[in-house]
């Protein structure tokens, strides 16, 4: 009976002990994620997979269609020059239930947040007054056949670009690298 006892007290003295000192491993295991989060935040381009597969290019067209997709969903430009991207609707349904457009949001903007806001946005093709200080650039909305053009000039940095019409955005979307 006595060494049924014993086994879990020693048990318990050796988990005691090895805890000890747990201050110094703390302090050393902080400084090394600090390290770390230091690294992570110098880096200016966010990596993304393919873009070396992309042509550089400050001359772009996107086109819409009826099955909710852009043709182009990863675009390579150079940082600080105008950008020209042309959007093309080629799909046939009307403007009411199928329109496109283009929307050039600031990096780290909340996608699905943006796509809220512009739902409720149909008085102003669906770009939220709300959340303007996201944008960079739009199209206007286009119904089947129409096309329009934007310019822009971006800084260094990865862009998320979407179709703000209802429904579209979870699907519509892409990225500009300016590098």
């Known amino acids: ?6 086994v ?5 003295a050796v988990g005691i002990t090895s805890c000890g000192n747990n201050a110094e491993n703390n302090d050393a295991n902080t400084s090394t994620e600090s390290q770390a989060t230091t690294e992570e935040t110098t880096v200016d ?3 993304v997979p393919g873009i070396e597969e992309v042509t550089l290019s400050n001359t772009w067209v996107v086109e ?7 043709d182009v969903n990863l675009i390579r430009v150079k940082a600080g ?3 020209e991207i042309t959007l093309k609707n080629v799909g ?16 780290g903007t909340d996608i ?3 796509g809220g806001e512009a739902t409720a946005a149909a008085d102003n093709e669906y770009i939220p007054k709300s959340a303007l200080s996201s944008i960079v650039e739009h199209t206007k909305l286009l119904g089947p056949g129409e096309e329009d053009k934007i310019t822009v000039t971006l800084d260094k940095g990865v862009y998320p670009y979407l179709c703000s019409f209802p429904g579209h955005f979870g699907i519509m979307q892409g990225k500009i690298v300016a590098e």
């Open 1 to 6: 009976m006595k060494k049924l006892f014993f």
């Open 8 to 12: 879990p007290a020693f048990l318990l």
């Open 45 to 47: 381009v966010e990596t």
């Open 64 to 70: 819409g269609n009826d099955q909710m997709q852009f």
């Open 81 to 83: 020059e105008p950008v």
């Open 92 to 107: 046939s349904m009307p403007i009411e239930s199928m329109g496109h457009n283009l929307v050039i949001l600031t990096p």
């Open 112 to 114: 699905a947040t943006f």
